[in-house]
Structure formats: structure tokens, C-alpha cells
């Protein structure tokens, strides 16, 4: 009963290098979202994806590009990290239907210096 | 996309009832009202969902009233473990557009 899963949970960077978050999920969703969320604020949509192979811009997609490749995965990079995209990284799914609501996971929590 | 408008952050103690009240003046005749709980460290959870008039679940009640421009989460009996943040959404579950605002802090107190 895992639901959505991501890797990593914490991670420290330095500015200027890359990664990739890995977000998981095992209910056979259509949609998948990137979102992150900074202290004292709500979550802000960066990326989301309403099927395999297809992938569109959320609120704030400047400086992340997304890959949707397998149904049951939606990675999230950064290719050249940023001390601005310090923040906590949440991934949600949903089925696509009317009246579903999504399911998030954990967070990543990234730390760029 | 509608605008929601809820209080920043409210106490409580345990044992009481807790309502949140959620402003979506411009609401659309096919949007729902969702609302999410979010604890520390952790993802938001779907709590409750309601169209119209009144919904109640396991954890919670919804009340909608007839013209919809306002919503209320009703907790009732909090404990201490009700300590998080609430989100109130409207829109179509399906629409990937919906935003989270800054939602409100519920602490509650022994």
C-alpha cells in the first residue's frame, strides 16, 4: 500500500549542480504533479502531466524540466541548482476523474548552498 | 480559477469543536470544495469533499451553504494530533490548476 513514493528525502547541493527527484506511484493515476512549497507559504504547481509522454508548465517551471517516460513515474530535475530552489518537493497523483483528489507523497527536502 | 480566502491560523483546545470558515465569492457552478490537512513533514491528505449542503465523514464535516460562496470545515472533539494545516480548494478535483494558498494553521492545546 505504498501509494506515492519519493527519492530521495533529503539532499544537499551545491549550487551549480545537478539531480533528479524521483516520484513513484502504484495506483495506475493518469496525472502527476511537481509541486514545492517554502516556508510560511502553500504549495506552488512546477510541472505537472496528464499521461505518459506528456508533460506541461505549472505556476513557477522556470529552472526544473520534467520527464514522464512510464506511466507510474514523473521525475523532476534541476540542471544547474540554484540556492532559490531551496525548498520542500511534493509529488501528487490522481486518477484524472472528476472529483478524485490527489494523493501526495512525503517531500524531498533540498538544501542548495 | 476560484479564489479562496481562509484565516491565517486559529487555537483551540482539546476536546472542542474547531470550524474554519472558507471565502470562494466567485465560485464556478461545476467546482467542488476540497479540503486537505497537512501535518509537519509530511504531504497534504484529502480530508473531505462536498457540492452542496452537508458532507460527513469518519474525520470530519463540510458545510456548504445554498449559494456556495462559502464553505466550513467542521472538526469536532479535536485532539491534540488535529495540530496542522487545512487547505480549502475549489475547483474540479481534475483540474490541475488549483492552487494551494497559504491555508490555516489549527493548534490545539492540551
Known amino acids: 500500500n505504498a501509494g506515492v513514493t519519493q527519492t530521495p528525502k533529503f539532499r544537499v547541493l551545491k549550487t551549480g549542480q545537478s539531480m533528479t527527484l524521483l516520484c513513484a506511484q502504484d495506483?495506475?493515476?493518469?496525472?502527476m504533479y511537481w509541486y514545492r512549497q517554502d516556508p510560511g507559504m502553500g504549495l506552488r504547481l512546477i510541472h505537472y502531466s496528464v499521461g505518459e509522454g506528456t508533460t506541461a508548465k505549472g505556476e513557477v517551471p522556470d529552472g526544473y524540466n520534467v520527464s514522464r517516460l512510464k506511466k507510474q513515474n514523473f521525475l523532476l530535475g534541476l540542471e544547474s541548482a540554484a540556492p532559490s530552489q531551496t525548498s520542500v518537493y511534493f509529488c501528487?497523483?490522481?486518477?484524472?476523474?472528476?472529483?478524485?483528489?490527489?494523493?501526495f507523497g512525503d517531500g524531498t527536502r533540498l538544501s542548495i548552498l | 480559477l476560484a479564489k479562496t480566502t481562509q484565516p491565517i491560523s486559529m487555537d483551540s483546545y482539546e476536546g472542542q469543536e474547531v470550524n474554519i470558515t472558507c471565502s470562494h465569492n466567485n465560485i464556478a457552478t461545476n467546482d467542488y470544495i476540497t479540503w486537505y490537512q497537512q501535518f509537519p513533514s509530511q504531504g497534504p491528505r484529502f480530508i473531505i469533499q462536498?457540492?452542496?449542503t452537508k458532507v460527513t465523514n469518519e474525520v470530519a464535516s463540510l458545510f456548504i451553504p445554498a449559494d456556495r460562496k462559502s464553505s466550513t470545515l467542521s472538526l469536532p472533539r479535536v485532539s491534540l494530533s488535529d495540530t496542522a494545516v487545512y487547505y480549502c480548494l475549489v475547483g474540479r478535483s481534475n483540474d490541475y490548476k488549483l492552487s494551494f494558498g497559504a491555508g490555516t494553521t489549527v493548534t490545539v492545546r492540551a
Open positions: 462536498g457540492y452542496k
Open positions: 501528487a497523483s490522481d486518477s484524472g476523474l472528476s472529483n478524485q483528489p490527489q494523493h
Open positions: 495506483m495506475n493515476h493518469e496525472y
